[in-house]
């Protein structure tokens, strides 16, 4: 069983950021896609970026394009969402997740990742 337990949420004004974090009971040096998605209050879940952890390629939402960086630290077990120019539709619920699966493959799909963690509340105010 994969745990991840995420951390780094808060609360920022618009135009601010954040960095979340997600330490993963696995190795990162493993190949396998770990993601960031998020859920605002009477939204469904979404995916925000994902990151396949063999060769570190990425995918991104379009409407976290050019503010939002996934990243893995192998040494730690943890991967990163550094997350700038937040805007108050940023405000959500933030869960890291994993799957054995490539991310080209699978994409921003949460139907496709197996395991997930609690969340982080991230709330960003005008």
């Known amino acids: 069983q994969v745990q991840l337990v995420e951390s780094g949420g808060g609360s920022v004004q618009a135009g601010g950021s954040l960095r979340l974090s997600c330490a993963a009971s696995?190795?990162?040096?493993?190949?396998?896609?770990m993601g960031w998605f998020r859920q605002a209050p009477g939204k469904e879940r979404e995916g925000v970026a994902a990151?396949?952890?063999?060769?570190?390629?990425?995918v991104y939402a379009d409407s976290v394009k050019g503010r939002f960086t996934i990243s893995q630290d192998n040494a730690k077990n943890t991967l990163y969402l550094q997350m700038n120019n937040l805007k108050p539709e940023d405000t959500a619920m933030y869960y890291c997740?994993?799957?054995?699966?490539?991310?080209?493959?699978?994409?921003?799909?949460?139907?496709?990742?197996?395991?997930w963690g609690q969340g982080t509340q991230v709330t960003v105010s005008s």
């Open positions: 696995i190795s990162t040096y493993g190949g396998y896609c």
């Open positions: 990151i396949y952890t063999g060769d570190r390629s990425t």
């Open positions: 997740a994993a799957t054995w699966r490539r991310c080209g493959v699978v994409g921003l799909d949460l139907r496709e990742y197996a395991f």
